[in-house]
Nanobody, 118 residues
């Protein structure tokens, strides 16, 4: 079992920035990928960004150029820097990790609320 602890959500003005973090209880090299998802009110959960062990990021079109995903291998932590936030960004943000076949598992954090005021 892997515990994922998210932090950094809150209220930000449109155009402002927030940084989310997701700390894992297991060495992040045991994961194939680490991702951020979000679930806006009354909508389905959607992928926001993903980063692999080779440090290759992928982004949803809606956040490209504004959000940056990164990882600190020593701290077993993943980050999501969210810049120029818009009224379309409010959601509960979740981190997700998928274990390598040897280790297995597909784990989710508890979610952190992000609100954007106009």
């Amino acid at each position: 079992q892997v515990q994922l602890m998210e932090a950094g959500g809150g209220l930000v003005q449109a155009g402002g920035s927030l940084r989310l973090s997701c700390s894992a209880s297991r060495n992040i090299f045991t994961f194939d990928s680490m991702s951020w998802f979000r679930q806006p009110p009354v909508k389905v959960r959607e992928s926001v960004a993903q980063i692999t062990n080779s440090n290759r990021p992928k982004y949803a079109d809606a956040v490209k150029g504004r959000f940056v995903i990164s990882r600190n291998n020593t701290a077993n932590t993943m980050y999501l820097q969210m810049n120029n936030m818009s009224p379309e960004d409010p959601a509960v943000y979740y981190c997700n990790v998928v274990g390598k076949p040897l280790y297995g598992g597909d784990f989710w954090g508890q979610g952190t609320q992000v609100t954007v005021s106009s």
